[in-house]
């Protein structure tokens, strides 16, 4: 190779170097878009600090994936010539995430405000409900399984309750609408099962205005027992004298249709027997004329029709009796009082005394004011 040409080699190498480290020198690096993935990261970090992940999964989902893919694109662009780096789609990125974080924070604390709002007097509503319950119905003889939705409904009202007190949200709007669906639909029941029986109201009124007519004429003693009020009253010449609180069958709601049914009989009796001392485990008794005429063509009623087993029995033995005070409805079917109280009526009555035995003494409209 002559000189010359290796002179000319030498001076274009030279100006390739010249002008390369030109352009390396004033051509601008590119530059990630730092400040954006930091706007991107902080609006993360507000919406989590205002628990978007839980009350706007969705948009959070969003931002995170979109933040995630800033950095998967970054690192690959990292890994490029630096000349040859990108990071447009790096900031796109970085302002989808930013943008779907603070959507996130924003629909977060419209939903937690909200349920703020919402919550709290569900809650005290759905507590006067349970209160009307309990007042309304605490001896009412629920079927098991309405006992046991509402213990549930209790029991998640209370958990609703606890997680509104902790701002778990959420949680409590889940246990409280669960409360409310059992509650509710245990309150329709009961409800519906209470008007139906009151259909007997017109017939069980007669019952009352005769029997207190019967007292106002011969001047003696007469019993009225209201069943859903569980009272005792006492009547003497047609005026009411003395009312005490009683216990009945467990399943006190409707007639008596068979022995064992555990059900309080309705209707006009009297007094056949009075028992003391050895002569009842029950401190003194007063034995009735159950069945009378009416149950006994009713039962005989029910078994031609085959609305009862042919087996089923009437039952007997149907009483008014002490060792009550127990607070619930316990016996087989018989009227419970305290003791104190079954000496104060004991004396009131004689053998032939009338017993009228009703589900209430006030029509439906009357019971529910109360």
Same mark, same amino acid.
């Given at each position: 190779?002559?000189?010359?040409?290796?002179?000319? @080699?030498?001076? /274009?190498? /030279?100006?390739?170097?010249?002008?390369?480290?030109?352009?390396? @020198?004033? +051509?601008?690096?590119?530059a990630p878009p730092v400040?954006? !993935?930091?706007?991107?990261?902080?609006?993360? #970090?507000?919406?989590?600090?205002?628990?978007?992940?839980?009350?706007?999964?969705? !948009?959070?989902?969003?931002?995170?994936?979109?933040?995630? #893919?800033?950095?998967?694109?970054?690192?690959?662009?990292?890994?490029?010539?630096?000349?040859?780096?990108?990071?447009?789609?790096?900031?796109? +990125?970085?302002?989808?995430?930013?943008?779907?974080?603070?959507?996130?924070?924003?629909?977060?604390l419209r939903l937690t405000?909200?349920?703020?709002?919402?919550?709290?007097?569900?809650?005290?509503?759905?507590?006067? !409900? %349970?209160?009307?319950?309990?007042?309304?119905?605490?001896? +009412?003889?629920?079927?098991?399984?309405?006992?046991? $939705?509402?213990? $549930?409904?209790?029991? %998640?009202?209370?958990?609703?309750?606890?997680?509104?007190?902790?701002?778990? !949200?959420?949680?409590?709007?889940? #246990?409280?609408?669960? /409360?409310?669906?059992? %509650?509710?639909?245990?309150?329709?029941?009961?409800?519906?099962?209470?008007?139906?029986?009151?259909?007997?109201?017109?017939? =069980?009124?007669? =019952?009352?205005? $005769?029997? *207190?007519?019967?007292?106002?004429?011969?001047?003696?003693?007469?019993?009225?027992?209201?069943?859903? /009020?569980?009272?005792?009253?006492?009547?003497?010449?047609?005026?009411k004298i003395n009312e005490?609180?009683?216990?009945?069958?467990?399943? =006190?709601?409707?007639?008596?249709? *068979?022995?064992?049914?555990?059900?309080?009989?309705?209707?006009?009796?009297?007094?056949?027997?009075?028992?003391?001392?050895?002569?009842?485990?029950?401190?003194?008794?007063?034995?009735?004329?159950?069945?009378?005429?009416?149950?006994?063509? $009713?039962?005989?009623?029910?078994?031609?029709?085959?609305?009862?087993?042919?087996?089923?029995? @009437?039952?007997?033995?149907?009483?008014?009796?002490?060792?009550?005070?127990?607070?619930?409805? =316990?016996?087989?079917?018989? *009227?419970?009082?305290?003791?104190?109280?079954?000496?104060? *009526?004991?004396?009131?009555?004689?053998?032939?005394?009338?017993?009228?035995?009703?589900?209430?003494?006030?029509?439906?409209?009357?019971?529910?004011?109360?």
């Amino acid at each position: 190779m002559g000189k010359k040409l290796r002179n000319t @080699i030498i001076i /274009s190498i /030279s100006s390739l170097i010249v002008l390369t480290a030109g352009f390396l @020198i004033f +051509y601008p690096v590119p530059a990630p878009p730092v400040i954006k !993935l930091q706007t991107a990261r902080d609006s993360l #970090s507000v919406a989590e600090k205002n628990h978007a992940d839980k009350y706007s999964p969705y !948009l959070f989902r969003q931002a995170k994936a979109g933040y995630d #893919s800033a950095m998967a694109v970054w690192k690959r662009e990292n890994e490029r010539f630096i000349y040859f780096r990108n990071f447009n789609q790096v900031e796109e +990125y970085a302002r989808i995430a930013a943008g779907m974080a603070d959507a996130a924070t924003d629909s977060s604390l419209r939903l937690t405000e909200y349920l703020k709002e919402n919550l709290a007097p569900r809650i005290d509503s759905l507590n006067s !409900l %349970l209160k009307k319950i309990n007042d309304r119905y605490a001896n +009412y003889p629920y079927p098991p399984e309405i006992h046991e $939705r509402i213990s $549930r409904g209790k029991m %998640l009202l209370k958990d609703a309750e606890t997680a509104f007190n902790g701002n778990l !949200l959420l949680q409590a709007e889940s #246990s409280l609408s669960e /409360s409310e669906n059992l %509650l509710l639909s245990s309150w329709d029941f009961a409800d519906l099962n209470l008007r139906e029986y009151f259909t007997a109201y017109p017939t =069980w009124k007669k =019952w009352i205005d $005769r029997t *207190v007519a019967a007292s106002r004429t011969n001047g003696e003693f007469s019993i009225i027992i209201d069943k859903f /009020s569980r009272k005792l009253l006492v009547y003497n010449k047609g005026k009411k004298i003395n009312e005490f609180p009683a216990e009945l069958g467990k399943n =006190w709601v409707g007639n008596k249709r *068979v022995k064992g049914d555990k059900a309080t009989p309705e209707g006009m009796y009297k007094i056949i027997r009075k028992l003391d001392g050895g002569n009842t485990k029950y401190h003194r008794a007063l034995l009735l004329n159950y069945p009378n005429d009416e149950d006994a063509a $009713r039962f005989r009623r029910d078994l031609s029709n085959g609305n009862l087993p042919p087996s089923s029995k @009437i039952g007997g033995m149907i009483e008014i009796h002490g060792n009550g005070g127990k607070g619930v409805d =316990w016996t087989e079917g018989c *009227v419970a009082l305290r003791d104190s109280d079954m000496n104060i *009526v004991y004396r009131y009555v004689k053998v032939g005394t009338p017993v009228t035995i009703v589900g209430s003494m006030q029509d439906i409209d009357k019971v529910l004011e109360e």
